[in-house]
């Protein structure tokens, strides 16, 4: 009996410690689930984590390339820009260049020009042609020759000049003398072209403006007479040369600077003929005056009413109701 009792004890007790190991096992393995659950929570903590650190450090990365683009995009900016300033110096001064190169080229070709000139003219004089030589002389661009250089060829075109402006000068009064009075003036502006400073250019001017008066070209030949009077001529040349002045604006129908010309001139200090001459042409100029004023009033017939009647066309208005 006594080994019944202590085997049911037994069993008793291993019941006892199966229920105790039965609930020590259902609490490991709650525990367990605990554990796991927490040991899932914190894996997913530790992923988001992960997750948050990653996206971090993905924007740090990304906000740090950037920073480091608009550091470097200023910076090439400021280097574009000095590059740029320097590029544009650069571009000036090889325009200076240039433009001095170019000057430097243009200087050399005027100064071959104006050398090729001197040597033409050398050889124009050794052949003895000097009128082609003082026109090829015009010619030369003298700002690109020496002074040297202009002075030798201002003395000796100067030569050239007075020898051609006599000849022609001589020319012209045989002209003159012969009755050639279109040749004459042709020789005479010849001669002042070459050169106008001569002893001989008030008689020159004299006899040019009456070759001028032959032609009936009475402006220019009143202009040649007034200069020849205005340089001074010999008083047998003089008087006769206020009527030829007086003949040339009466024969250019200038009659009212004919008529101012005549009352003007010193009637006192001139002979008596030369006095009966000044009446004379002075009454023809106001009888010519008068001829072509009447003319003018013929011509237009309105002008007449106008200067004695005023108005009459406003009067007739004025007449009106």
Request: proline share 2%.
């Amino acid at each position: 009996m006594n080994e019944i009792e202590n085997l049911k004890n037994e069993i008793r007790e291993l019941e006892k410690e199966i229920v105790e190991t039965r609930n020590v096992t259902i609490k490991a393995d709650n525990t367990l689930r605990s554990l796991f659950a927490e040991l899932k929570k914190v894996s997913s903590q530790q992923k988001d984590a992960e997750r948050r650190a990653k996206v971090g450090s993905i924007g740090a990365y990304v906000l740090f390339l950037l920073v480091m683009a608009i550091g470097a995009y200023f910076l090439v900016r400021f280097s574009v820009a000095g590059h740029e300033e320097k590029v544009q110096a650069m571009s000036k001064d090889l325009a200076a260049a240039r433009a001095t190169a170019d000057a430097a080229t243009l200087e050399l070709d005027s100064r071959n020009a104006a050398e090729a000139r001197l040597l033409q003219l050398t050889k124009l004089l050794r052949e003895g042609k000097k009128k082609e030589a003082v026109e090829e002389y015009r010619k030369v661009d003298q700002s690109k020759l020496s002074k040297v250089e202009l002075e030798l060829l201002d003395e000796r075109f100067m030569i050239l000049r007075r020898e051609l402006s006599k000849m022609h000068y001589d020319q012209g009064v045989a002209h003159y003398k012969m009755g050639g009075y279109r040749t004459a003036i042709q020789d005479f502006n010849l001669s002042l072209d070459y050169l106008q400073a001569t002893d001989y250019e008030t008689e020159l001017r004299y006899m040019r403006g009456l070759c001028l008066m032959q032609e009936k070209k009475y402006d220019e030949a009143i202009e040649d007479l007034k200069a020849a009077m205005e340089k001074g001529l010999a008083r047998n040349l003089a008087d006769p040369l206020r009527m030829k002045i007086a003949d040339a604006l009466i024969d250019g129908q200038r009659y009212e600077d004919a008529i101012n010309y005549l009352e003007g001139l010193p009637v006192d200090t001139l002979p008596s003929w030369f006095r009966q001459d000044i009446t004379m042409k002075l009454n023809v100029a106001k009888h010519r005056l008068a001829l072509k004023k009447e003319k003018e009033e013929a011509q237009n017939p309105m002008a007449e009413p106008d200067k004695k009647d005023g108005k009459p066309e406003q009067k007739a208005e004025e007449k009106k109701p």
